[in-house]
């Protein structure tokens, strides 16, 4: 199993009131599957997706990942197993303005401590993956929405990651764009690739294998193809 969570809860405080975001989340994930997180605003989406990718800790309840405990852990340590592990696709692309497409996607390999010259040949690679070799001296600005998402997917590979997430990595697309990056994601799916997407389109979760559907905190529905 890559993914486990046990009754994982999470609580905000602000002043003196407490929001219950999550409220008892048990959910198993194994390696290899498509699985989209759909539900209204609010519901707990982005909350879920910080604590299995590692950004945040619950409050209470238990995860694992890839078998080992990660509920406890201080913010390096998370830090750690998120970029070892994590690559994150984000709805507003989240590039560096003023670095080039090669110099994005390259920014994690800097933190791995890799050498120059196989960081290089990995990023070249990804980017390739995703149709971009002949787009890697352009920035952001230079580039369409869509071959800035695809910017963001080769950055979030670069470090081979277990599991990808994206939040609504189609937000900001038109529908044709967004269909583009849907087909990338389920190229690398059927190459092995775990990927985990927040959605609010049916038409989006629809192209994953497993759709969970997540209410005021809890997990409603939890259907697969
Ligand atoms: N940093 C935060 N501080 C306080 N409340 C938050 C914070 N982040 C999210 N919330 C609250 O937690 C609940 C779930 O939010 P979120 O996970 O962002 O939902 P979704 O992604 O499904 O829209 C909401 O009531 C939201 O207002
Ligand atoms: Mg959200």
Redesign the pocket.
């Known amino acids: 199993m890559i993914i486990k969570t046990e009754n994982l809860t999470k609580d905000?405080e602000?002043g003196t009131q407490v929001?219950s975001?999550l409220k008892g989340i048990n959910l198993s994930v194994e390696k290899g599957e498509f699985l989209s997180i759909m539900?209204?605003?609010?519901?707990?989406?982005?909350?879920?997706m910080?604590i299995i990718g590692c950004l945040d800790s619950p409050t209470n309840g238990s995860y694992y990942l890839n078998d080992k405990s990660v509920s406890k852990l201080d913010d390096d340590e998370l830090a750690k197993i998120r970029n070892e592990e994590i690559g994150f696709v984000f709805q507003s692309f989240h590039l560096l303005a003023r670095n080039t497409a090669f110099e994005n996607v390259m920014l994690p390999l800097k933190y791995a401590g890799i050498s120059k010259e196989e960081a290089t040949k990995k990023s070249n690679d990804v980017l390739d993956l995703v149709g971009l070799s002949n787009r890697s001296k352009h920035t952001p600005a230079e580039l369409s929405g869509g071959q800035q998402q695809r910017v963001a997917i080769a950055r979030a590979l670069v470090n081979e990651p277990s599991i990808l997430f994206a939040d609504e990595p189609t937000g900001n697309l038109d529908s044709n764009t967004g269909q583009e990056v849907m087909k990338i994601f389920k190229d690398l799916n059927e190459n092995g690739q775990t990927i985990i997407l927040?959605t609010h389109e049916d038409s989006i979760a629809k192209q994953s294998n497993r759709i969970i559907t997540?209410m005021d905190?809890l997990i409603k529905s939890d259907l697969r193809e």
């Open positions: 905000y602000t929001v975001a539900g209204p605003s609010g519901s707990g989406k982005t909350t879920l910080n927040i997540i905190g």
